[in-house]
């Protein structure tokens, strides 16, 4: 089939293939690179068999290409997937029933075209009866080639508008820094306000944050969430430069240590489970886990070679300097109000003087975020947490990351990072109590009981921004108020042009990526890179539904 007739006169094409082949791809993408009338974006959605389970957005140097591998069955990943296909390649599906053939016209645009090669009479059959009408078979495509065009007549969503890309961003730590980037990719002209001097001196000022994945024995939703959006960010931050040039860290590789000889087993049946990659994660056993750390590792742990430390300051500063001149900074703001006015949103200092405006507002300042009139019911709380600076020399030199209920880093400068503490106190100041906390624990990863004795009460206190279910807020903002006895998602109002990326806690540095991404997506009414079930786990209108079914409603103290 021509491709050059699909995407012809489109602003955006979509190209599902149920069976990814690398050869079939870079023809696909060579073939709309040289074609002068090509839609200015081409997304692309394979299904494949050779990565980690799940949806992997990768990213591309190209501008208006963008590329999908999903790991599921045929059944489970259209189910899961949003988006609005122009052309579906549908091959290698003799043996996958007929079920998967009403999410095809789901995700169908009302003249979106099919090529289906080796598809039984019974999926020909349920694809008409879905509203496809193929054409003649044609000998020279091969007899078990088929083409259809989809003509139903029952009504088609909408295409969504397209939105004036003009925004503000309220935030510079890496929520607001990523948010930066993700639009000004898609050709946004963005509005960065931040209340102090610069970047990252909030929760993501401290100088190392550790990126590693989440494993669980039932791979539930957190576990889903934190890999792809660790995965994401490896991808990204490559793109970015690096760790260790463009980002300041180290991929030094990450050993969680097992807590006891329980917790040791219950690993070790996840490890033969799901025979994960070696790369992405290997169970060491102690000889292998004390050999690797030159330490006691009395139970073992996981090994996650990719995984490593990273100040996230410099990631802040990366991400802002990939923006370019289509991100304008505002910093030293100080106290900020919010109004929309005429279909703007007008952000204004305490003084009442007007610091921007644009159809667009993005809250990415963490727990500040509630004194937003919009966002004031949010469930969001603001949790202390205490990094304690200890000197290198009181350490063994560690050659990865080690961590259990605590983390500690290799020396950078000369300082170990060790933490992080999860107190309710609201002091800023460094605390004695916590300081000591953390080097309890750094003593229990280290087997030392006398390990850095002595240490001097040198650190870092931020505070993280949490929600009940401690997962983040991705996407438009529930007007709460106007919610009424609203059962479903898609029903729930929303303030128009404001949206959040809120809630990281303790994993903004893998989250933040990612969940850019979903949103700039979202407004773009693009295809989504996550599936519908995490999508919907993080919709900050999810604490609207809980609250009609429980009156007390979420709290703000439910953490």
């Known amino acids: ?40 974006h081409l997304h692309v959605i394979a299904l494949c068999g050779h990565m980690m389970p799940g949806f992997h957005r990768l990213p591309q140097a190209e501008p208006g290409l963008t590329v999908d591998m999903v790991n599921a069955s045929i059944d489970t990943a259209l189910a899961q997937l949003a988006a609005r296909v122009d052309l579906f390649r549908l091959r290698g599906l003799e043996d996958a029933g007929e079920g998967f053939v009403r999410s095809v016209a789901r995700l169908a645009t009302g003249d979106a075209r099919l090529v289906g090669q080796g598809l039984t009479g019974a999926q020909i059959a349920a694809l008409e009866g879905q509203g496809f009408v193929f054409d003649a078979v044609d000998a020279k495509a091969g007899p078990d080639v088929r083409c259809a065009r989809f003509a139903s007549r029952k009504p088609r969503p909408p295409a969504p508008p397209v939105p004036e890309r003009r925004a503000i961003v309220l935030g510079a730590g890496i929520a607001g820094s990523a948010a930066c980037e993700r639009l000004c990719a898609r050709g946004w002209q963005v509005t960065l306000v931040e209340r102090h001097a610069r970047p990252a001196m909030e929760a993501s000022g401290n100088r190392a944050g550790i990126f590693m994945p989440l494993l669980s024995r039932d791979d539930n939703i957190p576990t889903r969430l934190t890999r792809a959006a660790y995965l994401f960010a490896l991808r990204h931050w490559a793109k970015l430069g690096g760790v260790g040039a463009a980002i300041e860290g180290q991929a030094c590789g990450v050993l969680q240590l097992a807590r006891d000889a329980e917790h040791a ?17 290997e169970w060491l056993e102690r000889p292998q886990a004390e050999a690797l750390l030159g330490l006691p590792a009395p139970d073992g742990g996981w090994l996650f070679r990719q995984g490593g430390w990273a100040r996230p300051g410099s990631v802040c500063d990366a991400l802002l300097a990939a923006c370019g001149r ?17 279909g703007q949103w007008e952000v204004r200092d305490a003084k009442g003087e007007l610091v921007a405006h644009a159809p667009n507002l993005i ?33 063994p030199a560690l050659p990865v990351v080690l961590c259990r209920e605590a ?12 933490g992080a503490t999860y107190d309710l106190d609201p002091d800023p100041a460094l605390s004695p109590a916590s300081h000591q906390e953390n080097l309890e624990r750094l003593r229990g990863l280290l087997s030392d009981p006398h390990a850095a004795e002595g240490a001097p009460l040198q650190g870092r206190v931020g505070f993280r921004c949490i929600a009940p279910d401690r997962l983040p807020l991705v996407g438009r903002l529930p007007d709460v108020d106007a919610a009424g006895s609203t059962e479903r998602l898609r029903d729930v109002p929303r303030h128009p042009g404001l949206y959040a990326l809120l809630g990281y806690a303790s994993r903004g540095l893998i989250w933040a990526g990612l969940g850019a991404e979903l949103l700039a997506a979202q407004i773009e009414g693009e295809p989504l890179p996550l599936e519908m079930t995490l999508v ?24």
Not at 265 to 280: D, K, M, T
Not at 407 to 418: K, M, V
Request: glycine share 6%; with cysteine.
């Open 1 to 40: 089939m021509e491709y050059r007739s699909v995407w012809h006169g489109r602003e955006r094409c979509t190209v599902l293939d149920a069976a990814h082949d690398d050869e079939r791809l870079k023809v696909l993408i060579d073939v709309w690179r040289t074609d002068p009338q090509r839609s200015p």
């Open 265 to 281: 087993a219950v690993q070790r049946a996840i490890a033969a489970e799901a025979a994960y990659p070696a790369e992405f994660a």
């Open 326 to 342: 289509r991100v304008e900074q505002r910093f030293g703001v100080g106290s900020v109000t919010v109004e929309r006015v005429d």
């Open 363 to 395: 809250l990415a300042n963490g727990a500040g975020a509630v004194r937003i009139p919009q966002a004031a019911q949010l469930p969001l709380s603001a949790l202390r947490g205490q990094v304690s600076h200890v000197p290198a020399g009181m350490l």
């Open 407 to 418: 983390y500690l880093t290799p020396a950078s400068d000369g300082i170990c990072s060790a």
């Open 536 to 559: 919907d786990a993080l919709d900050p209108a999810r604490f609207v539904l809980r609250a009609r079914r429980n009156p007390r409603g979420p709290q703000a103290n439910d953490v």
